[in-house]
């Protein structure tokens, strides 16, 4: 899995000795280690998928049972052995970390554990670079009443914000109050939105002004040869501004969804944003085509379209597991027209495709992940109580598959044939992934939050910087295990381990590296090896680094046991 593109530092991992062979001596033939003996091993998969069942007036539907939901992978049916219903009251009585109650599960279907109460992870991600400042505040009261209304246990939110650069304004908590507060303390940053609104009108005042040129002189061929290719060149360094802007916001999203990678549980994303461009500039062809009759300009289309960056935004959402809501502040608009601030109207036509442009992105997210996108609307508190339903009403189908052992996407269809009305809302897509994919996952999550998973007794040292050059650092960590905690398999005169070490740092300022990979061995003498069972294991890094705070995440994974380990440590470089 890769990481944010922006990199902070090389990363140079450097494996320092460990255990030392002792002095070559007799030894019986090795043994299996407690008597260990190996079988074929199948792993089993189980595929939850999450549905939010809608009458035709929007209502969630309750009362369903198993039998009413018919589930496809890949185009084929696919037993149902797990089943549960989510409501509000479910929520509303039961304790984080006891067993959910259930609907009976049919005749025909092997009992499985209850399901407990798991948490769930909301990030409320104001995009202050594609929003203006008024819509957005207009809108964030409304968000302020829904999360006091929402909000509570196993439920927590986070609020993040971009432009130019990501921050995270309050970590998860179930508390409103702190959420209201970091919603509050937005209210006074400026939108990047407005910027660009300015530099699109000044191009349509030019396009207009050709207009008027043309009535005024219709034969002015050389001054109107002169307008036309001025206005071209105005769209398109707009285009290449605006997918400049639009790439690192879609930089920022990821990055949010990678965050969120290892949790537990539901995670979503409320994106608050006026949209982000399909195709960056793409009324302002249609303006340009409309006033100079020329379809050339069309060309520049294909060259601009991000529908395959939205298409891997959305598959790497679903892949994490995380479901985007899309709320756009914008509200109702009158296409086109003319208003108090500029001479010029844009064609309506135009217009219509460029509002279409920003409010397809939201769309798009919300289908591709099983969310929903608010949008064309002055109140978005209705499309907010949807999703809170969303959030604590909902049906999770499961099955279970044979893992491949690689990262596979797989096409899922549910559909409800008793009640064929009904309207169905789901992810469509699941990505199997490897074991050290999802190693990888929650190495990346641990530069942000804490991964509670540490059952091979990992511990990482930080020792003291050293200057590498002027403005770098040689910083040296050691990663030790205590080598009873591994698989040690008999291999001639010893007994050998091995183990996968991943490695990723972070800083305040929200760079972070990609993450590293090793492969390291452990090779015990027999002779030693009740000896070795006391001792733990190190591995040596050396990480080149600026001054700052970072955080740094590492897992390990035993190749043999496939138990994975997780630990993250804090420390600062300065001068």
């Known amino acids: 899995m890769k990481s944010l593109k922006i990199t902070m530092f090389v990363l140079a991992l450097l494996l320092a000795g460990g255990l030392a062979h002792a002095k070559k001596q007799p030894t019986p033939t090795p043994k299996p280690i407690g008597g260990l003996t190996f079988t074929d091993e199948y792993e089993l998969t189980v595929v939850n998928v999450d549905v939010f069942v809608r009458d035709k007036k929007g209502r969630p539907v309750k009362g369903l049972t198993k039998n009413d939901f018919k589930i496809y992978q890949d185009g084929m049916e696919m037993p149902i052995t797990n089943f549960a219903v989510y409501t509000e009251e479910v929520f509303r009585h039961a304790i984080p970390g006891t067993p959910l109650p259930t609907a009976t599960p049919a005749p025909d279907t092997v009992a499985a554990p209850k399901p407990e109460i798991k948490p769930i992870y909301i990030v409320l991600y104001v995009d202050n670079e594609n929003l203006r400042p008024l819509e957005r505040n207009r809108v964030l009261r409304k968000i302020r009443e829904w999360v006091k209304d929402t909000l509570h246990p196993p439920m927590q939110m986070m609020v993040v914000t971009y432009q130019k650069s990501l921050k995270i304004v309050q970590r998860f908590t179930s508390d409103p109050r702190e959420i209201n507060d970091a919603l509050r303390s937005i209210r006074m940053q400026t939108g990047g939105r407005v910027e660009r609104d300015s530099a699109r009108k000044d191009i349509i005042d030019l396009?207009?002004?050709?207009?008027?040129?043309?009535?005024?002189?219709?034969?002015?061929?050389?001054?109107?040869?002169?307008?036309?290719?001025?206005a071209y060149r105005e769209i398109a360094a707009f285009a290449d501004e605006e997918a400049n802007s639009m790439r690192f916001s879609l930089n920022a999203m990821r990055e949010v969804i990678t965050m969120l990678a290892g949790l537990p549980g539901r995670k979503s994303m409320l994106y608050i944003s006026d949209g982000l461009p399909m195709i960056p500039g793409v009324d302002l062809m249609y303006e340009f085509m409309s006033v100079f009759h020329d379809q050339r300009i069309l060309s520049m289309v294909s060259r601009y379209d991000f529908t395959k960056a939205f298409q891997s935004l959305g598959s790497y959402a679903n892949g994490l597991g995380v479901t985007i809501y899309a709320v756009e502040t914008?509200?109702?608009?009158?296409?086109?027209?003319?208003?108090?601030?500029?001479?010029?109207?844009?064609?309506?036509?135009?217009?219509?495709?460029?509002?279409?442009?920003?409010?397809?992105?939201?769309?798009?997210?919300?289908?591709?992940?099983?969310?929903?996108?608010?949008?064309?609307?002055?109140?978005?508190?209705?499309?907010?109580?949807?999703?809170?339903?969303?959030?604590?009403?909902?049906?999770?189908?499961?099955?279970?598959?044979?893992?491949?052992?690689?990262?596979?996407?797989?096409?899922?269809?549910?559909?409800?044939?008793?009640?064929?009305?009904?309207?169905?809302?789901?992810?469509?897509?699941?990505?199997?992934?490897?074991?050290?994919?999802?190693?990888?996952?929650?190495?990346?999550?641990?530069?942000?939050?804490?991964?509670?998973?540490?059952?091979?007794?990992?511990?990482?040292?930080?020792?003291?910087?050293?200057?590498?050059?002027?403005?770098?650092?040689?910083?040296?960590?050691?990663?030790?295990?205590?080598?009873?905690?591994?698989?040690?398999?008999?291999e001639g005169d010893d007994y050998v381990g091995r183990v996968i070490l991943f490695v990723a740092a972070r800083d305040t300022d929200g760079k972070q590296s990609d993450i590293q990979r090793q492969e390291h061995e452990v090779r015990v003498p027999a002779a030693n090896?009740?000896?070795?069972?006391?001792?733990?294991?190190?591995?040596?890094?050396?990480?080149?680094?600026?001054?700052?705070?970072?955080?740094?995440?590492?897992?390990?994974?035993d190749q043999v046991t496939r138990a994975a380990s997780y630990k993250a440590v804090k420390f600062v470089i300065q001068p």
Request: aromatic content about 8%; proline content about 5%.
């Open 207 to 230: 396009l207009n002004e050709y207009v008027e040129q043309e009535r005024e002189r219709p034969n002015a061929g050389a001054q109107n040869r002169q307008s036309y290719l001025n």
């Open 330 to 490: 914008r509200g109702l608009k009158v296409q086109g027209g003319f208003d108090a601030e500029h001479r010029h109207g844009q064609d309506v036509t135009s217009s219509s495709i460029g509002s279409h442009n920003y409010q397809d992105s939201l769309r798009y997210f919300a289908d591709a992940t099983g969310g929903l996108a608010i949008v064309n609307t002055n109140d978005v508190a209705p499309g907010l109580e949807l999703i809170r339903q969303d959030l604590q009403t909902y049906y999770s189908l499961g099955y279970t598959i044979n893992a491949s052992g690689a990262d596979k996407v797989h096409r899922i269809k549910v559909e409800c044939p008793t009640h064929p009305k009904y309207k169905l809302r789901y992810r469509r897509r699941f990505i199997e992934k490897s074991l050290e994919s999802r190693v990888q996952d929650r190495v990346m999550t641990g530069l942000v939050f804490e991964v509670k998973d540490n059952p091979m007794q990992v511990d990482v040292e930080v020792g003291t910087p050293a200057p590498a050059t002027s403005e770098r650092w040689t910083v040296p960590l050691k990663v030790t295990f205590p080598l009873k905690k591994i698989a040690l398999i008999p």
């Open 529 to 557: 090896y009740d000896e070795a069972q006391l001792k733990r294991f190190a591995i040596d890094l050396k990480l080149l680094m600026n001054t700052g705070t970072y955080t740094v995440s590492v897992g390990l994974m």
